[in-house]
């Protein structure tokens, strides 16, 4: 089965830096992603890992080292609006339909 | 596009009765997925559906039912509606792409209370 942990809350102040981890347990590793939930809405996207290192798209960050069944989301110059639930999710290789393992979700608050 | 819609957006129902909550997309998506979002918990995937005439179970498939008869449409059904089934239901999709990379996109969600 998966596995998947990450804090349930975390707060930090608008243009601070914040680093969500989620560590992973899975059978057959084959990608992580992030999402982000905004209160009363849909995930939406955010990044995708599959190799080792760290892939960036503006503000946010994403690392992976599968060796360790680690990940991380690294937010910078946090923006009030930055305030939601961040998801992390596992793509099993043993799932040949695209199935995704969902982590609880960690709760990032940003203060003015 | 419209994405992934949903309907209704909110529904009460009394213990025991019925509904469907619809799921469509026009992206012409092979994959489609249902998943329940409680209260500080992740999303659990209730069925999935590979393509037309194609379903199966996922984690938490009790107490539901689903069908697929065209590639756009794929409806929930819940026959005998029970306290446990109050959550956010959620609907997505994901092209048949590359091998692992398989983002979903999501529907604006169903909150349904049974009462």
């Known amino acids: 089965g998966q596995n998947i942990d990450q804090p349930t809350e975390m707060t930090a102040t608008e243009g601070a830096i914040v680093q969500i981890n989620c560590t992973y347990q899975?059978?057959?590793?084959?990608?992580l992603f992030w999402y982000q939930q905004h209160a009363g809405e849909a995930p939406t996207f955010l990044s995708y890992n599959v190799l080792d290192g760290l892939e960036e798209k503006g503000r946010f960050s994403s690392f992976l080292s599968r060796s360790k069944g680690y990940s991380y989301l690294l937010l910078k110059e946090l923006q009030m609006k930055d305030s939601a639930s961040y998801l992390c999710a596992v793509s099993d290789r043993g799932s040949t339909l695209g199935r995704l393992y969902f982590g609880r979700g960690t709760q990032l608050t940003v203060w003015p | 596009n419209a994405g992934v819609t949903q309907t209704p957006k909110f529904r009460i129902l009394k213990i025991g009765q019925s509904m469907t909550l619809q799921c469509a997309q026009d992206?012409?998506?092979?994959?489609m997925y249902w998943y329940r979002q409680d209260p500080g918990m992740g999303l659990k995937l209730i069925y999935y559906?590979?393509?037309?005439?194609?379903?199966d179970k996922g984690e938490v498939p009790n107490g539901y039912n689903v069908s697929r008869s065209t590639t756009e449409d794929f409806p929930l059904r819940l026959e005998l509606a029970a306290p446990s089934q109050t959550s956010v239901y959620f609907c997505?999709?994901?092209?048949?792409?590359?091998?692992?990379?398989?983002?979903?996109?999501f529907g604006p969600g169903t909150r349904l209370t049974v009462l």
């Open positions: 997505a999709s994901r092209i048949r792409g590359l091998a692992g990379y398989n983002e979903q996109f």
């Open positions: 992206m012409n998506h092979n994959y």
């Open positions: 899975t059978s057959g590793f084959n990608g």
């Open positions: 559906s590979v393509g037309a005439g194609i379903t």
